[in-house]
């Protein structure tokens, strides 16, 4: 594997120095009183990537350029723009030529969830033929057009006639939101191409871009992940801390390991995932810090603060990425002479489930996918296991 995407395409992007894929949404407001007293909180958590957001194009790249000169952090940068003030196609060209001026890593969102009524779209066409005219102006000017969609239908407005530039370099704004699914949702019995309410998503959304310009362009997350103690989906638990916690995390750890969480390799187009946000006065009870409840997220702060430095790898496709030592399976003689083994350690065969495990973690420990894990213990929910519980590890 390599520090850099073998394909030329996704090769021809920026990305920061020492890249671990990880980012976090930053704050809302942009004054700079508030940029260097919460920039500090990426840096402790060794982020790469966050999402800028501002009124206009002066303050959101005088943020980006402080991340990214300061702390080395890139920025998905985005604006306020709808489809009642889209703001002209001279602007987003100045956006993108001020960024290059400033050396800033161009990545611009054109636009935000086109879905939600309040975006002001009357329809896909609508969206499709406002982005692409802007989607131009910002190639024109230097930068990366940000496409940001949710629903199939809105895609194929944007780049089925989107020119063979744009194409070229754009990039796609990824929302990943989990509700209250855990990283392996949706289970076995059903593909995310079915149901993507899940940080997996973006697998059913590269099929869309494949299927209509045979490619996937840059993902760089512009939001995500879990809110505390959501409960959308009425069959499942709500995210309580440990679950906030420990969910957040293993995407995160997407990237140090080369696997996401249904067992496949890491796609080298998945540059990083934000979720949502650091801090905000008026989304006070999403906030990482100084929030509600934010007592109940230091912990997945101080575990992102003390973790081992890692720089992510591409070719993850090409090469199964490397998996931690299996234990040896020792062979009996005869059953009475097996040696004794304390349920707390693995053995080949089965494994008993300590606090804290995830089924993602048990298999990476021994080199076998989750979907394997869950139809071999015929597991409802894999977001429910318990602490002594026995479990069968299938063979390669």
Not at 106 to 122: A, K, T, V
Not at 289 to 318: C, H, M, S, T, Y
Not at 343 to 349: F, I, L, N
Request: a negative charge; hydrophobic letters at 35%.
């Amino acid at each position: 594997m390599s520090n850099t995407p073998s394909d030329p395409h996704l090769a021809s992007f920026k990305r920061p120095e020492n890249d671990n894929g990880r980012g976090l949404h930053f704050v809302l407001d942009p004054s700079q009183s508030n940029v260097e007293g919460y920039a500090p909180f990426l840096k402790q958590m060794q982020m790469k990537w966050a999402v800028v957001y501002a009124g206009d194009e002066l303050q959101t790249t005088r943020v980006a350029e402080y991340l990214q000169k300061e702390f080395g952090i890139y920025s998905n940068m985005r604006v306020y723009a709808s489809g009642e003030k889209p703001k002209a196609p001279d602007f987003w060209f100045k956006f993108a030529q001020r960024c290059v001026k400033m050396d800033i890593a161009p990545y611009i969102q054109i636009f935000n969830e086109p879905e939600d009524g309040r975006e002001g779209f009357d329809n896909p066409e609508h969206f499709g033929r406002l982005w692409n005219l802007r989607a131009n102006a910002v190639v024109e000017g230097g930068g990366y057009p940000g496409l940001q969609i949710l629903a199939e239908e809105f895609l194929d407005a944007a780049v089925m006639t989107a020119s063979d530039d744009v194409k070229k370099k754009m990039y796609f704004s990824l929302h990943n939101y989990g509700a209250n699914h855990p990283p392996i949702y949706p289970y076995p019995n059903q593909t995310v191409m079915q149901d993507d309410t899940a940080v997996l998503r973006f697998l059913a959304i590269a099929e869309w871009f494949k299927t209509r310009i045979g490619f996937v362009p840059p993902m760089i997350g512009g939001e995500g992940g879990w809110l505390y103690q959501n409960a959308d989906d009425k069959t499942m638990s709500p995210v309580d801390a440990e679950k906030w916690t420990d969910w957040h995390y293993e995407m995160f750890e997407w990237f140090r390991s080369g696997t996401i969480s249904n067992g496949e390799p890491l796609p080298d187009y998945l540059f990083s995932v934000c979720p949502w946000l650091l801090y905000a006065s008026n989304w006070y009870s999403d906030s990482w810090v100084n929030g509600l409840d934010a007592d109940k997220k230091l912990k997945l702060i101080d575990k992102l603060a003390n973790d081992a430095p890692f720089v992510r790898q591409f070719g993850a496709r090409e090469t199964a990425p490397a998996q931690p030592e299996t234990p040896a399976r020792v062979e009996p003689e005869k059953p009475a002479e097996q040696p004794r083994v304390e349920p707390t350690q693995p053995t080949a065969e089965t494994y008993t489930i300590q606090g804290g495990d995830t089924l993602s973690a048990i298999g990476r420990k021994f080199g076998v996918s989750v979907a394997a894990l869950v139809a071999a213990n015929d597991i409802e929910n894999p977001s429910l296991i318990r602490p002594g519980q026995a479990l069968k590890i299938p063979r390669a």
